[in-house]
């Protein structure tokens, strides 16, 4: 009889098997199964029916050539995925991601994590994720426009309202989903506003969309803090990247009397012990599309360091919104040796396993991000219900229900981790959580 640590080792050996060479997808299959032991200790019947094997199987992956013409009339070629991940909640839902670096083996890392998060919000929605390795960086409109119509062409064939919902991620922002949308609702004809999430207001947008992940991560954060019998007034803060999740996480730690001394690009990070200048940072990335270093040069007493390491900066708490694998052990150790007590991963897996495993045993609170940031989806799933019944909700309203829904999750997963005799290992209690959702409803679907 195989020991259900063993029988777990054989299902990762089996998904290295199965998918070789891709590393992320590895490495978040393993941190997931890493927790579930004491799971399949108490409930038996989720070996005999094989649902953690099912689970790290997608039940749909699709790539498609996408051909675009760049603005001197050549000829280019991406390539574009989405993998259809778990639909045992709901609909598949999860961002697309435009970046050089992406491959199946990102796609898949991203769409396992999105079924756990997705179920953790409570909400009625499956996992899944999509992108191209295409770069947005240094196009033209025009050129977004035409790869995203081509995009579109493609990947029309899969999605909508009840099937898959796709939205933004790295290099998609309001932009590319009017650009995607535009051409759905072309090819179609047909105003399915449920069909995509991430839209702007004057078109079926949600109001606090846009901000979600941010305010999201940073509602996490206040409550892990409010365990440890503290609050984020008068913190001191860093924020890795300056993107769509940064600029919001950057922005809510502001209006709860944070102060955040840095920010990054993958160019370089700047530092600014006066407090990051929202307004221009705003204008240098979300009006201006140029880097970071713009910042450093217009902000007196702001510094700009290329390829410096952000998490040297001495903080109390920290939010790494950049991409993957951004934080690993050594980074780690110098954010506690600087007495950092808590992180919030805005990012998906941002933190590589060796840095979870040194927060972990500091005790640093570490808000894993398929916890921590799924206010960003959680919030795309209150704009599919504002699709769905027509109507459109205030800023007020809807940013009440996304921190009631981070709230929730915080408590779930706290919890869930006590019961499971780890206190304050939100890692474990988000795996555990998500999983059993998704594990429950595949069980009562039989073998499907
Ligand atoms: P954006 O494209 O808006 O921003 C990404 C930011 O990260 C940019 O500033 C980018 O800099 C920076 N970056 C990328 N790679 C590195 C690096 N190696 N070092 C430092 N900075 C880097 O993407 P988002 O803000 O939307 O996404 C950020 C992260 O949050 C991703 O992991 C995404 O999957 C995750 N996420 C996003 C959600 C959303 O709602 N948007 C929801 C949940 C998770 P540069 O311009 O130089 O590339």
Redesign the pocket.
Known sequence: MVSLDERLEAVFQEVIRRNPAEAEFHQAVREVLESLGPVLAKRPELVECKVIERICEPERQVIFRVPWQDDTGEIQVNRGFRVQFNSALGPYKG?L?F?PSVYLGIIKF?GFEQIF?NALTGLPIGGGKGGSDFDP?GKSDNEIMRFCQSFMVELHRYVGEYQDVP???????GREIGYLFGMYKRITNQYESGVIT?KGLGWGGSRV?TE???YGSVFFAAEMLKVLGQELEGKTCIV????????YTIQKLEQLGAKVIA?????GVVYDDAGIDLELLKQV?EVERT??SAYAERKKGARYVPDGN?WEVPCQVAFP????N?LNGKDAAALVKNGCIAVAE?????TTPDGIRAFLEARVAFGV?KAA?????AT?GLEMQQNASRDYWTFEHTEARLQQIMRDIHRTVYETAEEYGAPGNYVLGANIAGFLRVADAMLAFGVV
């Open positions: 961002g991601r970046h991203l998060k960086k939205a933004g991620d790295i290099g998609v922002g991430g969309r979600a992940t941010g890795s990247g300056s993107g769509n999740v940064a600029i920010c990054s690009d993958s160019d990335k880097r970071v952000i919104s950049a991409t993957q951004e805005g990012a998906n897996m941002p991000g940031n799924a206010g960003g989806v795309s």
